[in-house]
C-alpha cells in the first residue's frame, strides 16, 4: 500500500484545513485509516482512526469535536477535516494504514510521507 498525504499549510487559530490521503491499492477498503501526527520533539500521536465502511470512528480528546474523518473508497481517499484549529495542532500529520481498527501506531505497517500542518496563534 503506498500512501499520498496532502493538504497541509498554514492556517490561523480558529481556522480549517482538509488533509487528504490517496492510496494507490485495489484492495483499499479492506483497510482500517488512520490519522498520526508529530510535533517538533514529541513522539507521534494518534489523531483519529476510521473502520473499512466508515462506519465507526475514533478520535483523540484533543481533537474531538473539531477535527472529522471520513473516506470515499470509490476514491481510495481518505480525509481529516481539521477545524477550531489550534497552535498546539502544529505538526506534520500522517495517514497511515492497517488491518484492524486501531488508535495504536504499532498496528499500522503502511504509512504516507506526511504532509505539515503550522497553525499561527
Known amino acids: 500500500v503506498q500512501l499520498q498525504a496532502s493538504g497541509g499549510g498554514l492556517a490561523q487559530a480558529g481556522g480549517s484545513l482538509r488533509l487528504f490521503c490517496a492510496a494507490s491499492?485495489?484492495?483499499?477498503?479492506?483497510?482500517?485509516m488512520g490519522w498520526f501526527r508529530q510535533a517538533p520533539g514529541k513522539e507521534r500521536e494518534f489523531v483519529a482512526v476510521?473502520?473499512?465502511?466508515?462506519?465507526?470512528?475514533l478520535y483523540a480528546d484533543s481533537v474531538k469535536g473539531r477535527f472529522t474523518i471520513s473516506r470515499d473508497n470509490a476514491k481510495n481517499t481518505v480525509y481529516l477535516q481539521m477545524n477550531s484549529l489550534k497552535p498546539e495542532d502544529t505538526a506534520v500529520y500522517y495517514c497511515?494504514?492497517?488491518?484492524?481498527?486501531?488508535?495504536?501506531?504499532?498496528?499500522?505497517?503502511?504509512w504516507g510521507q506526511g504532509t505539515l500542518v503550522t497553525v499561527s496563534s
Open positions: 497511515a494504514a492497517a488491518q484492524r481498527f486501531s488508535e495504536y501506531p504499532r498496528e499500522y505497517h503502511n
Open positions: 491499492v485495489r484492495t483499499f477498503s479492506r483497510y482500517a
Open positions: 476510521i473502520n473499512w465502511s466508515g462506519g465507526s470512528t
